[in-house]
């Protein structure tokens, strides 16, 4: 069945494989290594140290990462993404001795390479296999992409929380490790070797974009994703365990939950976000879904510094500023694809990415610091004013789209 497919259709659904892959590890990883670490002892702070390394080298991989992508082609950065991941789970899967903060920071390291590696060149290739002029496809299959890695990445968190549970921390990276070797050998045999190379070779010194349309997306971007891990990184799962005495499993559950209804939405943006002429969404619709998400985390942080029920509070509001946040993210990635120029579109999906890595690592320093120094509720204050920084400057965004998805069959 799969060899009758038109191979674009078959390249999608291989990247798209190992896509969920890679995710379901990362997220897995992730809360292994807050509880596990947490129940060693650990400070906030210092956890949040182990991922300085995981957030800084994704700022310098999306940089790199996307003109290496177009020199060599995206085959081979996402199939280095997935051995890379490979590497730094076995480094944790060795004697509980032998993991001291350098050795953590080293293999998050690894991880966060191999993470932006595989999210530049998965997001990048749909550029390269959708027709110029199908924006509405390409909305669609950027949704789909996005919402999926997230429902994944929320079933990662549970995941990992389960096996940290049941069989242990080195078990668990030890098992993660042996499925995504399967996984990197088909992808070896199977990606096409020429998907996004550039057909002129762009220089390194071209890993900045020229773009102010990609520009302005980055910056709001930054600041769009450490709102969110300023308080959801670190903070969040320590808090639900210190405060509210939720078991590992539960924490793990419930940020699953939560991940995977984020990433339903994200997938079902599209048909929310479309409007009534036709056209894609442009920057005047980001802005306006970027004030949403300021004013639900405004009340959130105000009603959680009241003390006003804040176990609800916090779960109630979380499901809410996930639904509105998902919104955002899908727009923003649907954007910055439309924005990117189609020969060596990695660049400018690189040069977003590093943006977006910046806002995680500024949001997962200030996630365990603000919280070991001033509480919670001072992360979602934190997050409130990022938030009002991103509407700001999504003002700056392009107000019109350079064509009708009206044709594109795009809300059916």
Not at 169 to 198: E, H, N, P
Not at 374 to 391: I, Y
């Amino acid at each position: 069945m799969l060899a009758n497919l038109n191979q674009n259709i078959r390249q999608y659904m291989l990247v798209t494989f190992n896509y969920w892959n890679f995710t379901v590890t990362d997220g897995a990883l992730r809360m292994l290594v807050v509880l596990y670490f947490y129940d060693l002892g650990y400070s906030t702070l210092e956890i949040a140290s182990l991922f300085l390394f995981y957030e800084f080298f994704g700022v310098v991989t999306n940089l790199i990462g996307g003109w290496l992508g177009a020199r060599i082609g995206l085959n081979r950065t996402m199939n280095m993404g997935l051995g890379m991941q490979i590497i730094a789970l076995s480094m944790l899967a060795v004697p509980a001795s032998w993991l001291s903060i350098p050795w953590v920071m080293a293999a998050q390291a690894l991880s966060g390479i191999a993470k932006d590696l595989n999210k530049m060149s998965a997001k990048s290739s749909i550029k390269a296999l959708v027709p110029e002029n199908a924006q509405g496809a390409l909305y669609k299959w950027i949704a789909i992409l996005t919402g999926s890695k997230n429902a994944l990445k929320g079933a990662g968190f549970f995941l990992g929380g389960a096996l940290l549970s049941l069989i242990g921390f080195q078990y668990a990276v030890a098992v993660m490790a042996s499925v995504l070797l399967v996984v990197f050998i088909g992808s070896v045999i199977s990606l096409k070797s020429d998907l996004g190379k550039a057909k002129n070779k762009p220089k390194f010194s071209e890993i900045f974009s020229k773009s102010t349309s990609v520009n302005i997306l980055s910056a709001a971007r930054m600041f769009l994703f450490g709102a969110r891990d300023v308080w959801f990184v670190i903070a969040l799962p320590i808090y639900l365990g210190s405060v509210f005495s939720w078991s590992h499993s539960a924490v793990g559950a419930f940020l699953a939950i939560w991940v995977i209804g984020y990433g339903i939405i994200q997938g079902l943006a599209p048909k929310i976000t479309v409007r009534k002429s036709g056209h894609a969404p442009d920057g005047k619709v980001a802005t306006i879904w970027a004030l949403m998400l300021s004013l639900v985390t405004g009340l959130i942080a105000y009603s959680v510094q009241l003390q006003w029920h804040p176990e609800w509070v916090i779960v109630v509001g979380l499901l809410i500023f996930g639904a509105v946040f998902a919104i955002n993210s899908s727009l923003h990635s649907y954007l910055i694809v439309s924005y990117a120029k189609g020969d060596g579109v990695s660049l400018d999906v690189g040069f977003y990415y590093m943006a977006n890595a910046m806002g995680r690592l500024i949001g997962t320093v200030l996630s365990g610091w603000v919280f070991q120094v001033w509480g919670f509720s001072a992360c979602l204050w934190v997050s409130f004013a990022f938030l009002v920084s991103t509407s700001i400057i999504s003002l700056w965004l392009p107000k019109v789209t350079p064509q009708s998805l009206a044709q594109d069959k795009l809300v059916k």
